[in-house]
């Protein structure tokens, strides 16, 4: 059974910085490229970065530049290491791991509240 498990969220103060990780268990990680999403209340889930399984990296354009995602396929983990943060990132996020157009997994989602 595939479990997606975030952890990490937090309330914090704008400009500050916070870490998310996700564990997966139950899949060949390696295999899979690693994304977070978002969603702020009374929106829809939105993408927010990916890491494939080769390392290359992309964001959306209101996270470039604050937000690093990185990947362990030793520790079968991913992260999102957020800095500069605004209130307006604040959302549930979701990790998800997809393989082609067969295998997609969530995780429950962790809280980030950027407030002052």
């Known amino acids: 059974q595939v479990q997606l498990v975030e952890s990490g969220g937090d309330l914090v103060q704008p400009g500050g910085s916070l870490r998310l990780s996700c564990a997966a268990s139950?899949?060949?990680?390696?295999?899979?490229?690693m994304n977070w999403y978002r969603q702020a209340p009374g929106k829809e889930r939105g993408w927010v970065a990916t890491?494939?399984?080769?390392?290359?990296?992309s964001y959306a354009d209101s996270v470039k530049g604050r937000f690093t995602i990185s990947r362990d396929d030793a520790k079968n983990t991913v992260s999102l290491q957020m800095s500069s943060l605004k209130p307006e990132d604040t959302a549930l996020y979701y990790c998800?791991?997809?393989?082609?157009?067969?295998?997609?997994?969530w995780g429950q989602g962790t809280q980030v509240t950027v407030s002052s």
């Open positions: 998800n791991a997809r393989r082609l157009l067969i295998n997609n997994y």
């Open positions: 139950g899949l060949t990680f390696s295999t899979y490229t």
């Open positions: 890491i494939t399984t080769t390392g290359g990296t």
